[in-house]
């Protein structure tokens, strides 16, 4: 993965500092879930280049209805998922 900053390609790795999950919606037209809403657990990276820090996505699990991702995502933070 290329830092979105410095643009090297570390050798090393990026170190991760964070994550947290998300909804998003899946709004491209090519995706097969299109209209649908992701839960998303997202990594925050740190570039040891540069210090930058970016997203990266590591996961995405599909739902159709966004009541039902909330849910899912609530039972996910209440440690019921």
Request: with cysteine.
């Amino acid at each position: 993965m290329p830092c979105k900053r410095c643009g090297n390609q570390v050798e090393a790795g990026f170190e991760r500092v964070a994550s947290f999950e998300r909804i998003s919606l899946a709004d491209d037209p090519a995706d097969p879930n299109c209209g649908h809403y992701y839960i998303d657990v997202v990594y925050v990276m740190r570039c040891p280049s540069c210090d930058h820090r970016q997203e990266q996505v590591l996961k995405r699990s599909p739902f159709s209805t966004l009541s039902e991702t909330q849910r899912e995502l609530e039972g996910h933070l209440i440690g019921k998922g």
